[in-house]
């Protein structure tokens, strides 16, 4: 069976994370990052994204090693990216201590010749004008997935409206799902995001696990309950690098194997939260998303015959 | 298949609800009503409670309506107990207005001699003391699931602790598991309740379901995504009385039948808010429970094939 690539376009950082386990300085970090190692678990990836000088050539190697296509990664006269923060004892919120946009301030993602052909695209949490720039890039798709913050829902609406129009799958937290609608309620928050333009909403509710919303109704996947959480950055990137990179498995997207990429979502961000930074993706496999799959099914089965 | 009685103590109560959809006043509660209405779909019930001088007749023949025995609800000189609250305009928090305890302050459940055998036991939130009085007063229930609150927790914990040594199934809040325990993690706190006696903690999470702790390992049922959520007053009690009456309808207690009763309890917990007060539960029926139990398959389903 064919596996699609995909392409991933979104930030490439350099984090110094405060963890209750420590602080970690210089930790490769970012959403395109972190969402092109999940995505890699299972199909070829191409990046969009730029670095400054300070990123490690190595850094760049180890993503290769995993079939990432780092040909559209520019390097820049500048620094990286920077961001840190700290979190919180139980790890249920962070603070940012500073952000350094360095390169990322200039970046204007321009796709090489080779990768104007991807069939799934996914427009990491960068601003609704360089998400639409990508789109201008790339032809006809089979699937659009874009993540968005309340930076640009309160600042940017205009542009943001307009990339939604144009995608298929909006990949949003709850909060942010809410800003975006003015509804609390989650399902009718979703009904109102999908009158916006994407068919299918798919809400991240961190440690309380995601829901879909498409045309088929509603789909739940619950998070794992992990006993140890290391480093809860990049948990959302992870996550939908895992959803498309299963997707570019599948020759059709259907209501089932959309479900089932939801599941290897889940478990692609529970092993990433597992360790600091991107370390665990660095090696993750399919037979680990396999094993954590047994898991899932084990945590939510209650067998098919009838109650009464 | 014989179904067994459940016996239930708790609070019976007059609320006054002021909800987004209007101010309710004199609303038949109390987590003894909620649990016993929504176990009354499934299995004969016994209340163990007491009401005022101003509870109405006509409520107690509801109940007994639906094969919930009263003989247990004592009526005494007084008021029955009064809670009038306020929720916000997206239910996630409400505040207490008033709370008048009336008859409910001289609370000593006396169990009638036809409860002493009841094989499943629910000892719903109320003074630790006299949950403890009440299995002294119960022959070797199969079954003994309690709830509890921050209150008793904070204010009782020797009571408290003594009646975790002697009951199989605590069914808690996720704040007051962790309130309990002093661990965050859900799965460390429910791993530290179980230390202190019950075989298996329950742990309700509101919108965001259940999870369940055991020697099995973990088990989760999602809450349902309501669009039209109307009443949460009573969520919680109605999970526990629709776990214990299912439980009920079960010759043995196995890992399966337990899970299958939490997702029971959701359905039950699911009607139960989207109308004011008990009103849904009056006319709750095995069939609508099934009808919410396949809406539960479809939304967790992702078939059974391998993924890779």
């Known amino acids: 069976m064919a596996t699609f690539p995909v392409l991933i376009v979104g930030s490439m950082a350099l984090d110094d994370l405060e963890l209750p386990s420590g602080t970690f300085k210089n930790v490769v970090g970012g959403s395109a990052t972190y969402s ?17 000088q300070d990123f490690p050539e190595a850094e ?16 820049r006269e500048g620094n990286t990216f920077r961001w840190a923060g700290r979190y919180s004892a139980n790890l249920t919120w962070r603070e940012t201590l500073d952000t350094q946009l360095g390169v990322f301030a200039g970046f204007d993602p321009k796709l090489p010749a080779s990768y104007a052909d991807t069939p799934l695209v996914l427009l990491g949490n960068i601003h609704p004008a360089l998400q639409q720039s990508v789109l201008e890039q790339v032809r006809q798709p089979r699937l659009v997935a874009a993540d968005t913050m309340n930076f640009w829902i309160e600042g940017e609406p205009a542009a943001l409206a307009a990339v939604l129009r144009k995608i298929d799958t ?22 109102e995001a999908r009158k916006r333009g994407p068919r299918r909403v798919l809400v991240k509710r961190g440690e309380y696990g995601a829901l879909l919303f498409d045309e088929q109704g509603a789909f739940f996947a619950p998070a794992y ?26 020759p059709e ?28 993706l660095l090696t993750l496999t399919k037979n680990d998303v396999n094993r954590r799959l047994d898991a899932f099914r084990a945590l939510i089965h209650f067998g098919n015959e009838l109650f009464f």
Chains 1, 2 share one sequence.
Do not use: M, W
């Open 253 to 280: 997207i259907t209501p089932l194997s959309l479900r089932r990429s939801i599941v290897v979502a889940s478990a692609c961000a529970s092993y990433n939260v597992e360790a600091v930074g991107h370390r665990r």
């Open 170 to 191: 909006l990949v949003i937290n709850e909060e942010e799902v809410r800003l975006l609608t003015g509804e609390h309620n989650v399902a009718k928050a979703a009904r």
């Open 60 to 75: 760049l190697e180890h993503l290769r090693k995993r079939n990432i296509d780092t040909s559209g990664i520019e390097r």
């Open 36 to 52: 092109a190692l999940a995505a890699s678990t299972f199909a070829p990836v191409r990046v969009v994204a730029v670095v400054g």
């Open 225 to 250: 309950p992990l006993e140890e959480v290391v480093d809860p950055t990049g948990a959302g990137d992870s996550f939908a690098g895992g959803l498309l990179g299963y997707l570019a498995t599948q």
